[in-house]
């Protein structure tokens, strides 16, 4: 009657996602919420996927404008913590720069990720943190 769910409230967001109750429960066990479960979903996430991202604090949207850019949780909550968005994480990742050498570089002036990945490459410091050498 409900398609398999024990609450028709639980039953429609589910139906009209066209999901089982099995995928719905696995994504119900990762995100309680039943909105934001078919949130998720409907970005893409794999239920094994939706707890990492919940832990450090991103709804779907945010995370999934993250993932796309092949940034996984963890990294995605230090580019934003150090006031990154996505696509300034993506280009300073891009050279092997991380968010503290990023953050780094830009009090330093330096504010185009190419350029300072050359200019630690021309110095021939070790690694990409632009603190090593003060």
Known sequence: ?????PDPDD???WITASASPAEAHLYLRACP????AVGWRDRGFDAGSVAGWREVGFTPNEAADWAA???QPAEA???RAAAFCTV???MWRAQRITPSAATAFIRRGVRNPLAAARSVSE???AGLDPTLSQ
């Not at 009657?1 to 769910?5: H, Q």
């Not at 919420?33 to 934001?36: G, I, K």
């Open 1 to 5: 009657m409900n398609g398999g769910f």
């Open 123 to 125: 110095s021939g410091q």
């Open 77 to 79: 909550q230090e580019w």
């Open 11 to 13: 039953a429609a967001p």
């Open 69 to 71: 850019r092949w940034i």
């Open 33 to 36: 919420d039943t909105a934001e």
């Open 88 to 90: 300034e994480a993506f």
